[in-house]
C-alpha cells in the first residue's frame, strides 16, 4: 500500500463538504480562473459518471489532450483520475499534509482527490477537465471551480436528506454547480423541470437539451436505452462545445464500456452488473435488461448501501413476478445496509427473498443481475 494510500485510507469515513470556503486556499487565482475556463462540470442524480467518462474518451480520441474526475471507484482510488498521462499520484501527499497543517484542516476523501484531480490538470497543462459533482452541486467541494459549462444529465430523488424530497429543489441544488453559466447542456429531464430552468435560473446564458437535439437526428428520446442516452447526451456535448465536430464524425468513434455501468460480464446466461442505487437508476436497469433478454426469470443480487431509501425500490421489484430476489449477505462491501432490516421489510409485504453470498451471483446459472451500490459491485470486480 502506497503513502497516499495510506493517506486516504484514514479518511475513508471523514465525508462532507466541511471545507468548501477554505479549499480555495490551495490554488492561486489564475489556477482558480483556468480551472473555470477549461472545465466542463456534469451534475445530475444518476448516469454522472458514464457521461463524463464518454466526454473524456470522445475528447481523447479526437486528440484533444483532458483529465476526468469521477467517483466513487469500484476498485482502486485512481479509477477516479483518468487521463492519458501517467501520473506518480504519491507526489502530492506531501502538498496535501502541508496544506491541512498550514489552514488547520482535515480533509475529507473526496476533498483531497478532487485537490489532487486539479493539481494533475494544472500541472500537466491539459485542455479539458471533466469533472463529477460529488453530491448536489451547490454546496458541493467541486462548485469552487465555477464552470462556466455544465451538463446536467438526470434529476430524481437520491440523497433526499441533503439535497431536499421536491424535484425543484434538486435541480436548483445541482442547477447552482455554478453562479455563472455560459451553457447548460440537459439530458433526459422532464418538461416541468426545462420550463423551470427556462424561466427560473437568470444565470444560465444558453440551454440545450438531450431530446430536441435527438429529434433533429430522427432519433426519438424515449426509445432509447439509458446508456445510449448517457452517451448521446456526450456526443451532444462535444458536438456543442468544439467547432468543426459534427455528430456524424462523433457517433463513428467507438467507446469502451463504463465499468460497473450496465456492464455485461457474461452472455450465457446474461449478467449484468450494475451500481443502480435509487428508484429511477434501478427502472431504468430493469427496463434496459429487458430489452436484450426476455427471460422469463431474472434473479436479482441486491446489496444496499446505508442510508438509502430501498423500500420503493423493493416495492416495484415486488410487483414483478419473474424477479427473484437475493440478498447479499452481510459484511460484504463497505457501509452496507444490514441485512436484516432489508428482510424485515420483505417480510412485512410478503415478498420471498433469500440470503446468500456474492459467490452465489458468480455461480448462478439463470439471468441474473448485481445491484444496489457500486460499493457492491467494486467487492465483486475485485475478484473477477
Given at each position: 500500500?502506497?503513502?497516499?494510500?495510506?493517506?486516504?485510507?484514514?479518511?475513508?469515513?471523514?465525508?462532507?463538504?466541511?471545507?468548501?470556503?477554505?479549499?480555495?486556499?490551495?490554488?492561486?487565482?489564475?489556477?482558480?480562473?483556468?480551472?473555470?475556463?477549461?472545465?466542463?462540470?456534469?451534475?445530475?442524480?444518476?448516469?454522472?459518471?458514464?457521461?463524463?467518462?464518454?466526454?473524456?474518451?470522445?475528447?481523447?480520441?479526437?486528440?484533444?489532450?483532458?483529465?476526468?474526475?469521477?467517483?466513487?471507484?469500484?476498485?482502486?482510488?485512481?479509477?477516479?483520475?483518468?487521463?492519458?498521462?501517467?501520473?506518480?499520484?504519491?507526489?502530492?501527499?506531501?502538498?496535501?499534509?502541508?496544506?491541512?497543517?498550514?489552514?488547520?484542516?482535515?480533509?475529507?476523501?473526496?476533498?483531497?482527490?478532487?485537490?489532487?484531480?486539479?493539481?494533475?490538470?494544472?500541472?500537466?497543462?491539459?485542455?479539458?477537465?471533466?469533472?463529477?459533482?460529488?453530491?448536489?452541486?451547490?454546496?458541493?467541494?467541486?462548485?469552487?471551480?465555477?464552470?462556466?459549462?455544465?451538463?446536467?444529465?438526470?434529476?430524481?430523488?437520491?440523497?433526499?436528506?441533503?439535497?431536499?424530497?421536491?424535484?425543484?429543489?434538486?435541480?436548483?441544488?445541482?442547477?447552482?454547480?455554478?453562479?455563472?453559466?455560459?451553457?447548460?447542456?440537459?439530458?433526459?429531464?422532464?418538461?416541468?423541470?426545462?420550463?423551470?430552468?427556462?424561466?427560473d435560473y437568470e444565470h444560465i446564458n444558453i440551454v440545450k437539451n438531450l431530446e430536441d437535439y435527438l429529434k433533429l437526428?430522427?432519433?426519438?428520446?424515449?426509445?432509447?436505452?439509458?446508456?445510449?442516452?448517457?452517451?448521446?447526451?456526450?456526443?451532444?456535448?462535444?458536438?456543442?462545445?468544439?467547432?468543426?465536430?459534427?455528430?456524424?464524425?462523433?457517433?463513428?468513434?467507438?467507446?469502451?464500456?463504463?465499468?460497473?455501468?450496465?456492464?455485461?460480464?457474461?452472455?450465457?446466461?446474461?449478467?449484468?452488473?450494475?451500481?443502480?442505487?435509487?428508484?429511477?437508476?434501478?427502472?431504468?436497469?430493469?427496463?434496459?435488461?429487458?430489452?436484450?433478454?426476455?427471460?422469463?426469470?431474472?434473479?436479482?443480487?441486491?446489496?444496499?448501501?446505508?442510508?438509502?431509501?430501498?423500500?420503493?425500490?423493493?416495492?416495484?421489484?415486488?410487483?414483478?413476478?419473474?424477479?427473484?430476489?437475493?440478498?447479499?449477505?452481510?459484511?460484504?462491501?463497505?457501509?452496507?445496509?444490514?441485512?436484516?432490516?432489508?428482510?424485515?421489510?420483505?417480510?412485512?409485504?410478503?415478498?420471498?427473498?433469500?440470503?446468500?453470498?456474492?459467490?452465489?451471483?458468480?455461480?448462478?446459472?439463470?439471468?441474473?443481475?448485481?445491484?444496489?451500490?457500486?460499493?457492491?459491485?467494486?467487492?465483486?470486480?475485485?475478484?473477477?
Amino acid at each position: 500500500m502506497s503513502n497516499l494510500e495510506s493517506y486516504l485510507l484514514k479518511k475513508s469515513n471523514k465525508r462532507g463538504n466541511k471545507n468548501l470556503n477554505e479549499i480555495r486556499l490551495f490554488f492561486s487565482e489564475n489556477d482558480l480562473k483556468k480551472l473555470q475556463n477549461n472545465t466542463i462540470s456534469v451534475v445530475g442524480t444518476n448516469g454522472k459518471s458514464s457521461t463524463a467518462l464518454n466526454i473524456h474518451y470522445l475528447l481523447t480520441s479526437l486528440k484533444y489532450s483532458s483529465l476526468v474526475f469521477t467517483s466513487p471507484h469500484l476498485v482502486n482510488f485512481k479509477e477516479r483520475i483518468s487521463t492519458e498521462n501517467n501520473i506518480d499520484f504519491d507526489q502530492f501527499l506531501e502538498k496535501l499534509k502541508l496544506f491541512e497543517e498550514k489552514n488547520n484542516l482535515n480533509l475529507g476523501y473526496f476533498e483531497a482527490l478532487f485537490l489532487i484531480a486539479c493539481q494533475i490538470f494544472l500541472n500537466n497543462d491539459l485542455d479539458y477537465f471533466i469533472c463529477e459533482a460529488g453530491i448536489g452541486g451547490l454546496f458541493d467541494t467541486t462548485s469552487i471551480i465555477q464552470s462556466k459549462r455544465v451538463v446536467l444529465t438526470s434529476i430524481s430523488h437520491d440523497h433526499t436528506e441533503l439535497l431536499g424530497g421536491e424535484l425543484k429543489e434538486i435541480l436548483r441544488q445541482k442547477i447552482y454547480i455554478s453562479k455563472q453559466i455560459d451553457i447548460l447542456i440537459t439530458g433526459d429531464i422532464s418538461e416541468k423541470l426545462k420550463k423551470i430552468i427556462n424561466t427560473d435560473y437568470e444565470h444560465i446564458n444558453i440551454v440545450k437539451n438531450l431530446e430536441d437535439y435527438l429529434k433533429l437526428k430522427d432519433i426519438n428520446i424515449n426509445q432509447i436505452s439509458t446508456a445510449e442516452k448517457n452517451y448521446f447526451l456526450s456526443v451532444m456535448t462535444i458536438d456543442l462545445l468544439l467547432d468543426g465536430k459534427t455528430f456524424d464524425d462523433l457517433i463513428k468513434i467507438n467507446l469502451p464500456t463504463n465499468p460497473g455501468r450496465f456492464e455485461i460480464i457474461q452472455n450465457d446466461p446474461l449478467k449484468i452488473i450494475d451500481g443502480a442505487h435509487n428508484l429511477e437508476g434501478v427502472q431504468s436497469l430493469l427496463v434496459d435488461f429487458k430489452r436484450i433478454n426476455k427471460a422469463p426469470l431474472i434473479d436479482l443480487f441486491i446489496g444496499f448501501k446505508k442510508g438509502k431509501d430501498y423500500f420503493e425500490i423493493l416495492n416495484v421489484i415486488s410487483r414483478h413476478q419473474n424477479y427473484r430476489i437475493n440478498l447479499i449477505q452481510d459484511n460484504t462491501f463497505f457501509e452496507q445496509q444490514e441485512v436484516a432490516k432489508i428482510a424485515e421489510y420483505l417480510d412485512k409485504i410478503q415478498q420471498k427473498y433469500e440470503i446468500v453470498s456474492i459467490n452465489k451471483f458468480k455461480e448462478n446459472k439463470n439471468p441474473s443481475i448485481l445491484l444496489g451500490s457500486l460499493y457492491l459491485i467494486g467487492e465483486f470486480k475485485k475478484d473477477i
